[in-house]
Each structure stands twice: as structure tokens, then as C-alpha cells.
């Protein structure tokens, strides 16, 4: 039980400690494990609720949650006004992985920035505009995040990924998310890699199916690693794939402590949020019901743990881990919140010379 300090001692406590240590101390208690989704366009008695639980450490917005740049900018201050430390965050990667659309820029997939048509400088240029499209949307409407970018190495046989990944190779794909991380940064939203270890080269899609990789892990490591590995530094984030790398754990990615506490963390030198995948996915089945899951997943090191369609298994959870607490996870987490002067709707966005500068840019190759 926390017994708040009072008269005297309180002053003593603000001296001791500082007054922001002390309002991050008050922030992370209301900040859980879980990020959760919503049913509509608005919060309905139960969701409200669940947003108050001090399990509840954020909210993702899906494209049923979104009907216009207005309606979604006042649903995310409501769902603030409700509990201001979640993390809300959307999947806005462009290309057919984009939730934000009415009103919005209609971004490009990844590889189509990196085309052989296109020169060195102009592949940067396109990269710094794409990137600065998506964060200054994304922030303007009141989400902390995007999960994004992509850092899968693309191959043919990759149904779930294809497109959404920068390129066919490694280096290229270091090389050009380095620049696309940077510019996401210039904007003021933290970057999120997936899917560790890599899911390009698999061909079954871990939505639907339970996806097995037979590679040893020298052959991972010298081509699907390369990205995360080179790039651990410039992520604040980290998604794992729920694919099981059969030769190496028999848990999926997410739910495996030696992929993500031996290697992200103790090779890699990772310091940032690891979200688990959505738990309701066909590929985390593997590890038992929800509760295991959830279990699997912050016990293999995750931070936070995303509970997706699934509305009653996310109550559920909700009760489970009433009183889990991780102070280093909420620390991180905290990290990943976009400053609030971004939060300001998409209309003034769309006035700034940033976002003009990037639209024109990115409107010469593409229909925007």
C-alpha cells in the first residue's frame, strides 16, 4: 500500500527527491502493462472504466475507430481527458498498412520510396518527406506514436509483409531506416522496429496462422538481424514477430526470453519499449490462453502487452494484472509520450511550412 507523505513531511519528500521525480513517480502509477483497443468512434461506460485501471498503460486506435481528422483528434483528448499518461498509438506505415486516411496524406508503402528509378538524393528526400508526413499527422491528432517502421527484410515469398518493408537487403534497409528514424525523430515522435527478429522471410501471415521458421540462427543473424541490430540504438521501441524460429526457442518471438532478454536486450544493447505483438493474433496461440500469454510476454521481458478484438479477454486481463508493476518498464514507456504542443489538430499541422515542404515533395512522385 503507497501512504502518501503529508504536511511537513511532504515538503520534506519534494526537497528529497525533486518535484519531477516526484511527478513521475504519481504518473507511472497509473501506467500498466496493457494497451488495449476500443469497439467505435467513441467510448462507450465500459471502456471508460477500463481506461481508469491501473493495468491499462495505453490505447490503439484501429480503422473502425476513425472517421474523419476531427472526430478522431476529439476521441484521443477524450481518452486523455479520461487518464492523460496512456500511450495512444496507431499503425500509420502507409501503403496498406494505414489507419488514418479521411482528411489525411495517403502515404506510399516503404518500398516504394527506394525505387532504382529514383537517384540517391531524391531517395533520401522522399524518405525525409514520407517520414515527416506520417509524424506530423499522426502527432497533430493526438497519438503518441506510430508503430513504424517496418525493418523486415522483404522477400517474394512474404504475403504479410511484401511491400512494407524498405528492401530485399540488409544494408539497404540500415541505410534507409536510418534516414526514415531520423526524420521521424526531427518531428518529435519515437521510433518502433518490427517484427524482431525478423518476418520477411516466412510466408505465412501471423494474423491467421502460426508462422514456423526453420532457420538456424546463423542464418538469421547474418541477414533478417542485421536491421535491428544496427539500428538498437536509434529505436525506442521494439515489436517482436509472432513466429516461432524453431531451431532456436519454441515460443514465438515475443513470448521467448532468450530472443528478447539475451539477444534485443544483452547482445543487441536494446534500452527501449518492447510491445508484444497483438495477443489475440493466431501466431501467439501457441502459448496457452490470454493469461498465459500475457504471462509469456512480460515474462520474456516485453514492457507492454497489446490486447487487440478482443474486448472481454482485455477486461479479463485488466483484473489479472491489477497489480503488476514494472518501474523500468513505465520509465520507458513514459519515454515514448510525444510532447504536448504536437497535439494540436490536423488543420494547423497542414498550415505549418514542415508539412507543406513535405507534401509538396512527396506529391512530385506519388498521388498524395
Not at 493495468?55 to 480503422?63: E, P, R, S, W, Y
Not at 533478417?224 to 515489436?239: E, H, R, S, T, Y
Request: hydrophobic share 45%; glycine share 6%; aromatic share 6%.
Amino acid at each position: 500500500m503507497l501512504i502518501w507523505p503529508t504536511g511537513l513531511n511532504l515538503m520534506l519528500a519534494l526537497i528529497s527527491i525533486g518535484i519531477h521525480s516526484l511527478l513521475l513517480v504519481i504518473d507511472m502509477l497509473s501506467l500498466g502493462p496493457i494497451m488495449l483497443d476500443l469497439k467505435g468512434v467513441e467510448l462507450d461506460a465500459v471502456e471508460k472504466e477500463c481506461l481508469t485501471h491501473p493495468a491499462c498503460g495505453g490505447v490503439i486506435l484501429f480503422a473502425r475507430n476513425i472517421e474523419s481528422a476531427e472526430q478522431v483528434f476529439e476521441l484521443n483528448r477524450h481518452i486523455h481527458s479520461i487518464n492523460p499518461n496512456l500511450l495512444l498509438a496507431v499503425d500509420q506505415e502507409g501503403g496498406r498498412v494505414q489507419r488514418l486516411k479521411q482528411g489525411f496524406s495517403l502515404l506510399p508503402p516503404l518500398r516504394k520510396l527506394s525505387d532504382d528509378a529514383f537517384s540517391d538524393e531524391t531517395i533520401n528526400s522522399l524518405l525525409e518527406a514520407h517520414a515527416s508526413l506520417m509524424a506530423l499527422e499522426t502527432l497533430a491528432v493526438g497519438f503518441d506514436i506510430s508503430f513504424t517502421p517496418v525493418l523486415d527484410v522483404a522477400t517474394s515469398s512474404s504475403r504479410v509483409i511484401g511491400d512494407r518493408a524498405f528492401h530485399e537487403e540488409p544494408e539497404q534497409i540500415v541505410k534507409l531506416a536510418k534516414t526514415y528514424i531520423s526524420a521521424m525523430k526531427n518531428c518529435g515522435m519515437a521510433a518502433t522496429g518490427k517484427h524482431f527478429p525478423g518476418h520477411g522471410t516466412v510466408d505465412a501471415d501471423s494474423h491467421v496462422e502460426i508462422p514456423v521458421d526453420a532457420r538456424a540462427f546463423s542464418e538469421i543473424e547474418k541477414h533478417d538481424l542485421k536491421p535491428f541490430a544496427a539500428l538498437a540504438n536509434d529505436l525506442a521501441g521494439v515489436m517482436p514477430a509472432h513466429v516461432v524460429y524453431s531451431q532456436i526457442d519454441p515460443n514465438p518471438a515475443g513470448f521467448s526470453e532468450y530472443w528478447i532478454k539475451s539477444i534485443l536486450r544483452h547482445s543487441l544493447g536494446f534500452n527501449g519499449v518492447v510491445f508484444s505483438d497483438d495477443l489475440s493474433m493466431k501466431g501467439a496461440e501457441v502459448v496457452g490462453d490470454f493469461k498465459d500469454r500475457a504471462d509469456a510476454a512480460l515474462q520474456a521481458g516485453c514492457d507492454m502487452v497489446l490486447v487487440c478484438n478482443s474486448p472481454s479477454e482485455a477486461e479479463h486481463l485488466l483484473e489479472y494484472l491489477e497489480s503488476w508493476r514494472n518501474t523500468e518498464s513505465q520509465q520507458r514507456i513514459l519515454l515514448m509520450k510525444a510532447k504536448a504542443q504536437f497535439k494540436t489538430g490536423l488543420s494547423q499541422c497542414q498550415s505549418s511550412n514542415n508539412w507543406q515542404v513535405a507534401r509538396a515533395h512527396l506529391s512530385k512522385y506519388f498521388s498524395i
